[in-house]
């Protein structure tokens, strides 16, 4: 699915001056620039920082995927392109707008806490819309059967509407009736030859008691002992034996009833499932940006040092310059490379570790976000 937009999440030294620059000279200035606001977190040892550097590599891809999977679902189940909204906000108003849930997430609780809080959350909310998502596609394939059964040519379809008590023998020790759908292109060779496939059957017994462009369904009455080699000779001659049919008064109202469930099971899934995904988009992809917050500045932490002097940055690249992000990025290593020196000079003893944990080493903290 096409991007709706792109940023590039920058963390970069306070000391480097970069907002103006980003806002004025980045791809001639065109692309619009809005601050992303990261708290400060409560940094344990280096070794644990390291650890919650490669959990939360992992946790940003696990929650993107999952976001793109409850869009492709949103698709699906309702109008493609219809609007995304992260708590009441239009998606890109959100990101750009992000400021950190203190009531949800406590920022004195440590970082592996919070990576806890937020991952069980959206993991617990992913799981269900799979697990609801099956039970539609269940209820989906059992209207489409019924559906078909209701609307198909009458090899297959449902006959429960079609049939009468007085066209079926329902009383008798040893006769029985079947019903045979009979290509129209074959009429004349059924009639001529139905009475001898096989022994005891009923003359002039067949009766067409339904029609459509493509078959004629008969009627046929024989003694029960010869039932089942009668089907299979017709079954020879191509003709269509509906086996699946027994006449009975309980089953004709059961298949009366199949289509309206199935109907209606599929529309209480679809729109159980339709709630679901909307609250789930909002809420997982809310946990990712919070994931996005805490690996942004944990990188930052990492790659320039205590105590934390960094400013983070959104640069938006809308789809009508998606292009042009290839270029911005080669512009801001061209612009802010001599930091990538800095991180191998010994300033910090964080900062040999950035090469370490970032498997896309970038001279200062960078992220390409995909929104969708």
Known sequence: MDPIAKYLVLSLPTSANAHEWLEKSLNGGNCPVANFNVPDFQVGTLDSLVQESEDLSKLDQQLAG???KVVDILSAVSEPGAARFVNGTPVLRYVESFSWNTSKYRVDKSIGDLIKLISNEAISLDGDVRSTYQQYQTAKSNFLAADRKRNGDLSIKS???IVRPEQFVTDSEHLTTILVAVPKSQKSDFESSYETLVQFVIPRSAEVIAQDSEFNLYT???FKKYANEFVTKCREKKWSPRTDFE???DKLNDMRKEFDLTRATESRSKNDLLRLVKTAYSDIF???FHIKAIR???ES??????PPQFD????KFERSNLKNISKARKELVAKFGYLGGDGFSGKSNLNEYASLVDTEYEPFVMYEVEII
């Open 159 to 161: 006959l429960h509407e």
């Open 66 to 68: 999952s976001i793109s």
């Open 220 to 222: 046929v009455t024989l």
């Open 312 to 315: 983070c940055t959104l640069v």
């Open 296 to 298: 942004v500045y944990v």
């Open 247 to 249: 006449y009975s008064e």
């Open 301 to 306: 932490v990492l790659r320039y040092g205590l």
């Open 286 to 288: 809310a946990a990712w």
